[in-house]
């Protein structure tokens, strides 16, 4: 089974960025799609950014296209949001995920198979 932590969230202020990291266990990691998901309080969890398992492809919602970016580095086994010039809306804990599939081609997250336990994230006007 793929084991997920995410680390590197954090308070920023407005305009500020953060980079979360998403470490993931496995050999086969480099063969897995993964994702981006948050869940602010009181709403539901929603999509932010997908990536294919070579990093060649990505997809982003469009609430947060243009200010953020998914990476992984494979080597490393580790996926990366790097999120830009932060709004209060962003606040929420993100959730990394992996599915078992070189490629994903919904924004569901019940699509995902594995789950990492979230990071807070929290933006100040």
């Known amino acids: 089974q793929v084991q997920l932590v995410e680390s590197g969230g954090g308070l920023v202020q407005s305009g500020g960025s953060l980079r979360l990291s998403c470490a993931a266990s496995?050999?086969?990691?480099?063969?897995?799609?993964m994702g981006w998901f948050r869940q602010a309080p009181g709403k539901e969890r929603e999509f932010v950014a997908r990536?294919?398992?070579?990093?060649?492809?990505?997809y982003y919602a469009d609430s947060v296209k243009g200010r953020f970016t998914i990476s992984r580095d494979n080597a490393e086994n580790t996926a990366y949001l790097q999120m830009n010039s932060l709004k209060p809306e962003d606040t929420a804990v993100y959730y990394c995920?992996?599915?078992?599939?070189?490629?994903?081609?919904?924004?569901?997250?019940?699509?995902?198979?594995?789950w990492g336990k979230g990071t807070l994230v929290t933006v100040s006007s």
């Open positions: 496995g050999r086969t990691f480099s063969t897995y799609a």
């Open positions: 995920a992996a599915r078992r599939s070189r490629y994903i081609t919904t924004t569901e997250g019940n699509a995902m198979d594995y």
């Open positions: 990536i294919s398992w070579s990093g060649s492809s990505t």
